[in-house]
């Protein structure tokens, strides 16, 4: 069979480095072959671009994450980046409105629609973050609906929003969050969302999963989530396996390989 990709992975994370070649290691061995890994900060930009040149499975993306943005970073400076031939998206970049996050919402909404108008000036989909801002997000890329794609990651929205991030373009990828026997809004949005729109990712080392503590979780732990939500939905594994393959073809052009 061939391989899955896990379409939301940080091994640009500083403790990943440092054992990068056995996570890939563990990861081939169990049928995960593509890494869609996306930068988030200045400095993990450059980390990215490495690690991407180094590793042939591993798909770069880069863009300011909320949480990072620096009012003196110039988003030109992505522009090379972006240009690269190997660059599978925009991302990761977002809203987040948690309480815990003390980046003016003004200013990440402007560091936002920049970096969605780069998306769109350099015809690569976009990797959302989004928390606690679905409404805002939803008004904000609506000017863009017909010009871009993407992912809104780790979906953490409503099920009754899905629809208006579908007619966005957007496809919605599932995390260990899922997993968790309690996370019943989660179970929700995973059981109402078209097989030709769900995506899966670990989000490794950020997100636990049931059984997986977040600073342990690898791409090969996708099959966890995989599992969880084939069993939600009360279909083959099979054929989810195939619709997210399909889904992952389909929104990065074909351009991620499956060997
Ligand atoms: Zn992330």
Known sequence: MKGITDTHCHLNDASLLGKIGSII????NAGVHNFIVPAYDIESLEVTYKIANKYK?????????????NESFDLNNLRDYLADPRTIAVGEIGLDYADDVKIPRDLQMKVFISQVELAIEYNLPVLIHC??????????????????KGVMHSYSGS?????????????LSFSGA?????AKKYHRSALFVPLDRILFETDAPSISTQT???????PHHIWEIIDFVAGLRKMDKEILVRASMENVDRLFDGRIESG
């Open 57 to 69: 499975n591993v798909y770069p993306a880069y863009g300011i994450h909320p949480w990072y943005i």
């Open 178 to 182: 899922v997993t968790r026997t309690h």
């Open 212 to 218: 997986v503590a977040a600073k342990d979780v690898e």
């Open 25 to 28: 290691e563990r990861s081939l």
């Open 131 to 148: 928390r606690r801002a679905h409404l805002d997000m939803i008004n904000a890329l609506r000017p863009y609906g017909d010009r871009i």
């Open 159 to 171: 099920k009754e929003m899905i629809n208006d991030f579908l007619a966005l373009n957007l496809y």
